[in-house]
């Protein structure tokens, strides 16, 4: 199976990394994580981005907040698909994140996650790589119905509960 590949602009935005490769785990995908940033380590960026393919990753998440350009980076050095996680950070509630990382000119595309969507990205990245892999695309199946029976579970539990 292809690697997925996680960058992140920080170390501080590790939390929400975590919940990606918990999630990447919780299907058996690979992934190889690193801390490079589009502003203060560019040419690590760009070399990550420019070798991935060669080097077996399908996909790669990118990671950032503030002026996050990094998924926007990392895409222009590849035609991987590049998934971006805009990360909140202490000021305006990842919105600069979110409009940094979606608003990309047309030719070099980001698929932009929720602020902090760090399992939407993971799933994401799971889905592309199930394009040619029925084993895992059955997984993530089976992964939806078990999710759809949570939410059915607390429904039974709030009936018994709020419905007398
Ligand atoms: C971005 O700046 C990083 O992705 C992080 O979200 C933010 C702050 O970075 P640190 O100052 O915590 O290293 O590049």
Request: glycine residues 8%.
């Amino acid at each position: 199976m292809k690697k997925v590949g996680i960058v992140m602009g920080s170390d501080s935005d590790l939390p929400i990394l975590r919940k990606t490769m918990d999630t990447l785990g919780s299907l058996d995908i690979p992934y190889e994580c690193h801390v490079y940033s589009a502003h203060r380590t560019p040419e690590e960026a760009r070399d990550f981005a420019a070798s991935a393919r060669e080097k077996g990753f399908g996909v790669i998440i990118a990671a950032a907040g503030m002026a996050a350009h990094l998924a926007g980076a990392i895409a222009a050095n590849t035609t991987l698909p590049v998934i971006g996680i805009p990360c909140k950070s202490t000021c305006l509630d990842g919105i600069d994140a979110l409009l940094s990382t979606v608003m990309m000119p047309s030719g070099i595309p980001v698929a932009t996650v929720a602020i902090n969507g760090g399992v939407n990205a993971a799933l994401l990245s799971a889905q592309i790589l199930a394009v040619e892999d029925p084993a895992l695309a059955a997984k993530l199946d089976q992964k939806r119905r078990a999710d759809a029976a949570k939410v059915l579970e607390k429904d039974a539990a709030l009936q018994a509960e709020l419905n007398v």
